[in-house]
Each structure stands twice: as structure tokens, then as C-alpha cells.
């Protein structure tokens, strides 16, 4: 992995020019405020499972844009209460901004603020405090619905 990989600023700021997102003086942070998705770009991100892909369309919120200074990130998926797969993030997530919980639908693609991880939920679950909705699955949440861990790899959908 190159210098530049493993510079988590670098990394989203490479991320943010190639998806449209203005940008960004050498004092910002990547989870600033500041940044707005243009509205009528909504910004995609894929989880790669072996030769299939999931499209995930992401809200416009400042958890959200912080998820995407982390990608690509590769990941295994454990189930969690026979209702959504989770993994750990390699750092938490701003939660600036964010409500204090929310009820998940199913294709939710989350993150649990109190344990730092990644929650995609492939059944409908009842509120929950602490959870952070960063987008949704637009199609492909039947890839998920398997027992067990899947390996998985997240990134930015090329346009």
C-alpha cells in the first residue's frame, strides 16, 4: 500500500475530487461540515460480494461523507440477530449532526454510533438509539441474507 493509502485525509480528499465534492484547504478535516453532495448527484457506493455487487445510494449527512474517507475498505460481514451483518470501522464515525437513533427498514446500510460499526440490515428492526442511517441498498439485499461471514469489499461506484 503506498504513503499516500494509508493518509486517511489524502485518501478522502482523492475520493472527494473524483466524486464531485468541493475542495478542501489544508485545515479541514474530512467529516467537515462544510461539505455538501450536489443534490442532484446522489452519491453511490458498492459492496462487492465475489463477482456480485450491491449499489448503496448514501443520505447526505456528515457520518455518511466520513464513511467515505475510509473506502475502499475490505471487510467481513458476521450476522447479528439473524437480522442485519455488521463489522467493525477502523475508527469511529462523526456523529455530528446525526439524530439520537432511528428504526431500520430493511436494506438500511447504517452505522452503530456506541460499538463503531457498520450495520446493514436485511430485516426491518425496531428503534434503535444510536443508529445513524448513512444510506440505503438500492437492490441485491437477498446477497446478504446468508448465514455465516461474508468477505466483502466497499467502495466508491464508478460513474
Request: hydrophobic share 40%.
Amino acid at each position: 500500500m503506498s504513503t499516500s493509502n494509508r493518509n486517511p485525509r489524502r485518501r478522502f480528499m482523492c475520493v472527494a475530487a473524483a466524486i464531485g465534492l468541493p475542495s478542501l484547504d489544508a485545515n479541514s478535516q474530512p467529516a467537515s461540515s462544510r461539505l455538501s453532495v450536489d443534490s442532484s448527484t446522489a452519491l453511490k457506493v458498492r459492496i462487492i460480494i465475489g463477482d456480485k455487487s450491491i449499489p448503496v445510494t448514501l443520505d447526505n449527512n456528515d457520518t455518511a461523507r466520513d464513511f467515505v474517507a475510509l473506502l475502499p475498505l475490505s471487510l467481513t460481514l458476521e450476522d447479528y440477530a439473524a437480522t442485519e451483518k455488521v463489522a467493525t470501522l477502523e475508527r469511529r464515525l462523526t456523529t455530528a449532526g446525526a439524530p439520537a437513533g432511528t428504526t431500520p427498514a430493511v436494506g438500511d446500510f447504517s452505522y452503530y454510533a456506541p460499538w463503531g460499526n457498520l450495520a446493514i440490515f436485511y430485516k426491518p428492526f425496531r428503534y434503535s438509539a444510536g443508529l445513524i442511517r448513512l444510506g440505503r441498498i438500492d437492490n441485491g439485499v437477498e446477497l446478504l441474507q446468508v448465514e455465516g461471514r461474508i468477505p466483502v469489499r466497499i467502495e466508491v461506484q464508478p460513474h
